[in-house]
């Protein structure tokens, strides 16, 4: 997302929640954070994303401005793609920003900062007028959402854009108005949850949030119940990994052509140019000394042809039938996961790649799924984070280390076009952590 013109309605009517600017912006508002001298007019801020959000990691750096800091601490990466808008969120400069999310690019610069983002289903919100840089993926679905402080702000955002004038000023999206009875229910909820998805160890902290949640849900009168995702390899690397590259990075490597490219993507940029019979023959060496990289190789050498790329997108369909299936066999309404906690270190996103399966999954099965912060790294975390060992190499200790006060989230799940009963989840999460931080 490029630049975004808060509009000033309402703070002229809510005055408490007039942003306020630091002095400092991390790097990435400074002097551009200011309000508009026009009469009438809200501040106009422009922050920081990556240029290109088909990185491999999920900093937040471009060649332009260069790299973007977190204002909770300022060794560690807001997160990406949209990590400006959570960067600015994080420190008071916003209070309501957009973003898109392709492998978790609202969802990681939620978490990362310690604030609430949303990915709704893909289509639900319009996505007229935004640019990428790949467009035409058809098995990884990029959607737009709201990132606020609170999961109230995203429901206001909703149920403003979510009215009759979304579908005529776009008829491609479906005339789906925000559903009030769902977002403000009261019936108990039957929660499927999962402590790790099976791909990445989760950090200490990761885990014990899940845990922390779960409780607090069952003892306000929810279901809870235990969920295992099936068959996550084949969908991290060959339903994600594959349907990004499905043109073995062509359209990528054609738009940085005559580019500069950013540091973050030096190595990924590296790897596509390749030629094609290197790759193959890499793929082949690693196979069985290290089989997932060997996998991930093989997946962006591209499908090939038509007939591949038809047959991957099938994959993808019967994959998210069997996920929904299962889903329906618990009878479940909604799903608690991990998010991706605490931050991590600059330059550490692209050398624990992998540990993003934790949000892709729901853009290969194109389900709404938010971020809501809910406790902070303790010492103990820290301690147990020196026993982590990983599943397959996934060690990121180094990435996480030192992050005790930072933020921890969880993750809110819900079915295509159920982004209300998402939103109910993340709000009944929020609420439930709140009466239990206050002091009795």
Not at 364 to 371: D, E, P, T, Y
Not at 389 to 409: C, H, I, M, T
Request: glycine residues 10%; proline residues 7%.
């Amino acid at each position: 997302m490029g630049s975004l013109s808060k509009c000033s309605r309402p703070m002229e009517l809510f005055p408490s929640l007039r942003p306020t600017f630091p002095r400092h912006c991390s790097g990435l508002c400074s002097r551009q954070a200011q309000a508009g001298s026009e009469a009438g007019t809200g501040p106009r801020i422009k922050r920081q994303l990556k240029v290109l959000t088909q990185d491999r990691g999920f900093g937040c750096s471009n060649p332009i401005y260069g790299q973007t800091l977190n204002p909770l601490n300022l060794k560690k990466t807001p997160g990406g793609s949209s990590g400006g808008e959570g960067a600015l969120l994080a420190e008071g400069g916003s209070i309501l920003g957009m973003g898109t999310d392709t492998g978790g690019s609202i969802r990681i610069p939620a978490s990362f900062c310690g604030v609430c983002g949303l990915r709704t289903t893909g289509s639900r919100l319009s996505s007229s007028g935004v640019t990428s840089a790949v467009k035409g993926k058809k098995s990884v679905t990029t959607a737009a959402g709201p990132m606020a402080r609170d999961v109230e702000s995203l429901a206001l955002c909703l149920r403003a854009l979510l009215s009759e004038d979304m579908h005529r000023l776009d008829p491609t999206v479906p005339p789906l108005p925000f559903r009030e009875e769902v977002y403000s229910g009261k019936r108990p909820l039957r929660i499927g949850y999962y402590e790790s998805d099976g791909f990445t160890q989760p950090s200490p902290s990761m885990a014990r949030a899940v845990r922390l949640t779960s409780r607090l849900l069952q003892d306000a009168g929810h279901q809870v119940i235990p969920f295992s995702v099936p068959r996550v390899d084949y969908a991290f690397i060959h339903l994600f990994t594959g349907g990004l590259y499905a043109d073995g990075g062509a359209t990528l490597l054609e738009k940085l052509k005559w580019d500069i490219v950013d540091p973050s993507m030096k190595g990924l940029v590296s790897l596509l140019r390749l030629p094609d019979p290197l790759k193959c023959f890499w793929a082949w060496i690693l196979k069985y000394i290290d089989p997932r990289t060997s996998q991930n190789l093989e997946e962006i050498r591209g499908v090939g042809t038509p007939k591949k790329l038809w047959e991957q997108h099938t994959a993808v369909e019967e994959y998210q039938q069997e996920f929904i299936a299962k889903w329906s066999s618990l009878d479940l309404d909604v799903l608690l996961v991990p998010a991706l906690d605490p931050a991590f270190y600059i330059g550490y996103p692209a050398l624990a790649a992998s540990s993003f399966s934790y949000f892709s999954l729901f853009n290969v099965l194109n389900f709404s799924a938010g971020v809501v912060p809910v406790t902070t790294v303790t010492l103990e975390d820290e301690e147990e984070l020196a026993f982590y060992r990983g599943y397959y190499g996934d060690n990121f200790q180094e990435a996480v280390r030192g992050s005790v006060g930072l933020p921890v989230g969880v993750q809110c799940v819900a079915l295509p076009w159920e982004e209300e009963l998402c939103l109910r989840l993340m709000k009944e999460v929020e609420t439930l952590v709140k009466n239990q931080r206050e002091p009795k």
